[in-house]
Structure formats: C-alpha cells, structure tokens
C-alpha cells in the first residue's frame, strides 16, 4: 500500500467548521454512540468534512479530533489510512474514480482512464487548469457485472464506453452533473442480463400465475382426500395414552419429609416451579435424593412426569451429584457453566 500524506501547507486553509446542516449531521452521529465511545464516530465525521469541503484538510482532522476527545494523531491514523478520504484538493466540480480492478480492466477500463488523462489532467490526482476536475484509478467498486465503470462523488455510471465517459465528463464541467442519470449508460435495467431478461418478461402474466395459484390453494379439498374434524377427534381421542405409573410402585423413589433446609432444585437443567412441586409432593427435597437414584427409579420418575426420556438426556443424576457435592461451583466446574 502506498503511503499517503497531507497535502502541501501551501494549500492547506487556516481553519475549518462544520457548516450548519453538516453540524447536524455530525451531533446526529456521535449521539449514536454510547457515552464515552464517541471516537467511534470518526470516519463518518471525516466523511461529513470531505462533503462538505470535497477533501479532508488538516484543518478538518483536527477540528473533528476536538469534537471527539481524542488526539489529533489518531484521527489522522484513520484519514491517512483509508483510501476513500481525499488528502488533497479535488475537482470542484467532479472527481471521478475509474475502477481498475480485473472485470472493469477487462471491459474497457484502461480506455476510460486514458480519456481522463486526455480531458482532465494526465496524472492521476490532479486537477485540469480550472481546477474544476480531477481523476484516480481505484479499486473494485461493487457493480462488476456492470463493467467497465466510474464513480462520482456518491453515484456509479456503469456500462461505459470511451465516447460515453466523454460526454458525462463534459456535463460535470458544465455544472450540469444532476442530469446525468446514474447506473448502467446502456439502456440495461440494473444489473439484467445485456439481452434483456429472459424470465418474468410479462407483468401480466405473473399475476394471471399469482392468482390462479390463490385459486387453487383456496379451492376445496377433494371429498376422497378429506378427513372429517368430528371424525379425526374421535381417532385422537380413542388412542390410547400411557397410564401414569402407580404410586404403590416398587421403583418408586424413596420420599422423606420436608426438611428444615430444602435445596432449590430448579438449579437441575429441566425441573421448572411446576416440577419441583410435583416432586416435592413425592418426598423429594434434596440433591442428594436425585443423585442416588438408579435406572428403575429415574424411569419411574420419567414417566410420571410424562418426560420421555428428558431426566436421561438431561443427566439429572450428574447435575444433582455436583450440586451435592459443592453448590453452583462444583456445577460450574463439572460443566463448565452455571445452572440455568
């Protein structure tokens, strides 16, 4: 990358402020930072100031330094390191930034910078005598299937020919820019294929295909294929649902009764108030109790609570063996997280 540095003092204005519509603007940006991370506003700022005066002057680095709280080093880290700040003095009324990178060179490229060397000034950041024009090669600008291509300013115009970039040129020196249009200077709808779309051609007939699928997706269903609700009811209702184990099981855990220190066993991955309930109904009121339970009494109490194989999946036992042993910290060294 090469290295890029201020413009000559020779050139460089005493001062420089925000006008009043780009004063708004910048507060407008700082206020979307967070308090005491205004910096972060700084390339927009720079940005602003490059509008404003069509480049980035000493002057401006530091006054939007002063507005930020941070050293005027730093902003000028930030203006010298990104190529789209403008370091010295530009046309006034145009500068044009040719895409030189692989499809626009292939495309043409090279002839549109030769008409900027010819019309404007033959090396690249320079302006022509009135200082009204400059011009520069620059990398990939986004519109490849749209090569060869220019930008100014904020606008692309695309799908350029030598004869073309010559006239848009000419415009700009007039100070009749606005009526270029941007995009594609070739009749082509944005990016579509050059010999014109070859689907979706017919407005008309994408809404016929629109409303003759609503037709049918609002049609009734054929007699044959449907199922009456009564009918699917009653089907749901008469399969079976698996019977709740009895409480009179003999794999049942063994319950106690409420001790005068109760563990918050919503601390184990898959109890909720509602489960912890239910299982303090049964007698269940302790890590310790969980952790002790062997296969019979984890699937007793997996299909009581209709769980289906969540306590296995879950590995109460485990969480509650942790929480046992050491609280959240054992848990957390175990796992490697906090209960949740």
Known sequence: MSVRRLAEASVQPASFAFNKAYSAQAKTWINKYPKGREQSAVIPLLMLAQEQDGWVTKAAIEHVADMLG?????????????????????????????????????????????????????????????????????????????????????????????????????????????????????????????TGFTSLKDEKAVSKATRDKQAKASAPKAVEAAVPPAAEKAASAAAPKPAKPSLEDKNRPAGIARPAAVDDLKLISGVGPKIEGTLHELGIFTFAQVAAWKKAEREWVDGYLNFKGAIERDDWVKQAKALAKGGVAEYIRVFGKKPV
């Open 70 to 194: 941070m050293p005027y080093i730093r902003a000028l880290e930030v203006a010298t390191f990104y190529t789209q700040f403008q370091l010295k003095p530009v046309g006034t009324r145009a500068h044009i930034q040719v895409c030189g990178t692989t499809p626009c060179m292939l495309r043409g490229s090279e002839e549109l910078m030769d008409v900027c060397r010819s019309k404007i000034h033959h090396d690249q950041f320079h302006t022509n005598d009135a200082g009204t024009l400059s011009w520069e090669e620059v990398e990939c600008l986004g519109a490849c299937v749209n090569a060869p291509m220019v930008m100014i300013f904020k606008d692309t115009y695309e799908d350029l020919t030598p004869e073309r970039l010559a006239e848009i040129i000419d415009m700009f020196e007039a100070g009749k820019g606005d009526q270029v249009k941007p995009g594609p200077q070739t009749g082509r709808h944005y990016s579509a294929p050059l």
